[in-house]
T-cell receptor
Framework: AQTIHQWPVAEIKAVGSPLSLGCTIK??????LYWYWQATGGTLQQLFY??????VESVVQLNLSASRPKDDQFILSTEKLLLSHSGFYLC?????????????FGKGTRLTVV | AQKVTQTQTSISVMEKTTVTMDCVYE???????LFWYKQTASGEIVFLIR??????ENATVGHYSLNFQKPKSSIGLIITATQIEDSAVYFC?????????????FGQGTILKVYL
């Protein structure tokens, strides 16, 4: 069975500080990977997706970047946090076979920027 | 661009009754995929059910079923015999075809409260 692990579970960071969030997917080779962001009480907004190692596509510009250093790992980062970065970050995956497949989510990281 | 709209902000129902949540979508694609997800109080996002646009039959999984009305671009979620644990936020989503199918667009969500 596939498992998706996100870290950390929660973070409190200062404005202007760097950030690195990560997720690992086990039990599935070459998955499509995604990062989503959710403001409190809001909907899910896709930030990035990756269909292969080393290749990441940006969907929304939020002064964030993403990388896929390994087949099973996806990293979200920024060098300088803004207050507007606060929210809930979700990593997700789907099988690589097509767009009709479901997307499955990790448990998320709650980020508070102060 | 694809768009998904859920106009019901919040619904309250008595336990063991049936509830329907509405969702309408916009797309230029001739083939597309629609999904419903549930977000629990802990924030966990759980996949519930899916409808392929080329299928005429409404999808059913457990006590979840869909009311797919393609001419109206509508995909309602029906939950029968609701339980307290069905209380959550429900999101409708559509898989976007313009970016190699890698964009999943979500609606605003509907809060469901089930009471005794």
């Amino acid at each position: 069975a596939q498992t998706i692990h996100q870290w950390p579970v929660a973070e409190i960071k200062a404005v202007g500080s760097p950030l690195s969030l990560g997720c690992t997917i086990k039990g599935k080779s070459s998955p499509n990977l995604y990062w989503y962001w959710q403001a409190t009480g809001g909907t899910l907004q896709q930030l990035f997706y990756s269909i292969t190692v080393g290749q990441v596509e940006s969907v929304v510009q939020l002064n964030l970047s993403a990388s896929r250093p390994k087949d099973d790992q996806f990293i979200l980062s920024t060098e300088k946090l803004l207050l507007s970065h606060s929210g809930f970050y979700l990593c997700a995956w789907s099988p690589s076979r097509g767009r009709g497949t479901e997307v499955f989510f990790g448990k998320g990281t709650r980020l508070t920027v102060v | 661009a694809q768009k998904v709209t859920q106009t019901q902000t919040s619904i309250s129902v008595m336990e063991k009754t049936t509830v329907t949540m509405d969702c309408v979508y916009e797309t230029q694609d001739s083939s597309y995929f629609l999904f419903w997800y549930k977000q629990t109080a802990s924030g966990e996002i759980v996949f519930l059910i899916r409808q392929d646009s080329y299928k005429k039959e409404n999808a059913t999984v457990g006590h979840y079923s869909l009311n797919f009305q393609k001419p109206k671009s509508s995909i309602g979620l029906i939950i029968t015999a609701t339980q307290i644990e069905d209380s959550a936020v429900y999101f409708c989503a559509m898989r976007d075809g313009t970016s190699s199918g890698q964009k999943l667009v979500f609606g605003q969500g509907t809060i469901l409260k089930v009471y005794l």
